[in-house]
Every structure is written in structure tokens, then in C-alpha cells.
């Protein structure tokens, strides 16, 4: 059996579903053939007229490149809006002295972009790793770290970048005597919704 989940009002799941679209550049009609959907479904939706079912949700959550939940958070801050201050940085919890901020916010488009802060030592981890097959770009903004591609080592200071494709075994370091800070751009995107879904609000590593 399948659940139907019901419209709150226009300004909720609706404005949350035409706010995302928006973003996204599509048409009704885009979004309805990428979700199997009538193009009077989908106003019919962002108006509050109607509800939709579990499968349908998932299926304009994944043309909108975001999960489930994120289409019942609210109304999204028009784009003409797009500060985010450093305070309210989604996060992953702190792990090996660094901690990841998320820069760029769904809908994800055709790039990523994060933010990593290094303790003195902190690094991604003890292993190097790789996540899909894409175009990564790593900016120093702050400090001194090594940066290890397969079995070759690059050290980068403040204002050098690298780049490199994320399937290729990859680490960074922070080597310097101070926090450093850096900044992840890639394209396409290869996080999963899921992933993102693990991102909080940020807070400092330590007092400044």
C-alpha cells in the first residue's frame, strides 16, 4: 500500500517544490517528464491543490537533486538572497582535526563547492580516498598543507590550487604551525542526497 502525503499549504511543500524548480531553470514541463508527471500535476502541486504520493515525492526530490526531507524545511530564500554567512555553514562533525562545510546549497547544479578547516596535523582522514569521477579543484586560503595524489605529494600554500580528478586516490594534510584553511570546487556533483542530509549547522573548530 501507498501512502499519499498531503499538501500543508501552497507556502510549504508547494513553494518548497516551485522555489527548488526555480533554482533548478526548469519548466513545469521539464520537471513533469523527469518525474513521469503531468505538467498540471506539478502547478497543481506547488499550489497546494493537491497531495502526492511517496513515489512521486522521491521521484521530484531526485529531478531537483535534493532528498525528501529538504522538500519540507520551508520556503527557500530567494537566490537574489544568497548570503551565507560563515556562522551558518552547513557541517560535518569534526573528524582527524578538520572539519567540512558545505559552501554550496541545493538544489546542487553543476558543481560543489566546500569549505575544509585544518587543525595544526588535521587532515581527511589516515587513507587516501576517492569518490566518483569528476573535476576537483583544491584552493589554500590560509596555511600551509600537502596534498597526496596517488603516490606523488604536493605541498601548497596560501593562494596555490591543484587539480586532479576525484577517482584518483586523494588526501590532504595541514603540515603548516597554524590552522589552515582550503576550499573543494567540483563538477560535476558527487555527493548523494543522503550525504548532504548529514550536514548541521557549523561552529567554529576553535575560538579565533
Known sequence: ??????????T???QRVRDLRL????T????????DASASFISQLERGL?????ASL???????GVSVALLFEGPVAPSSAGVLPRSRRPSLPASHGCRKTLLSRPPIRDMEVYGGEFEIGGSTGPNLYTHGDAHEILVVLRGVVEVSLGESRHVLEEGDSIEYATSTPHRTENIGNSRAEVMWIIAPPTSRGEELDEY?????????
Open 1 to 10: 500500500m501507498e501512502w499519499k502525503v498531503s499538501a500543508p499549504e501552497p
Open 12 to 14: 510549504e511543500l508547494g
Open 23 to 26: 533554482r533548478r531553470r526548469l
Open 28 to 35: 513545469l514541463r521539464q520537471l513533469a517528464q523527469m518525474t
Open 50 to 54: 493537491t497531495g502526492a504520493s511517496t
Open 58 to 64: 522521491n521521484q521530484i526530490a531526485s529531478a531537483l
Open 200 to 208: 548541521v549547522a557549523w561552529t567554529p573548530l576553535a575560538a579565533r
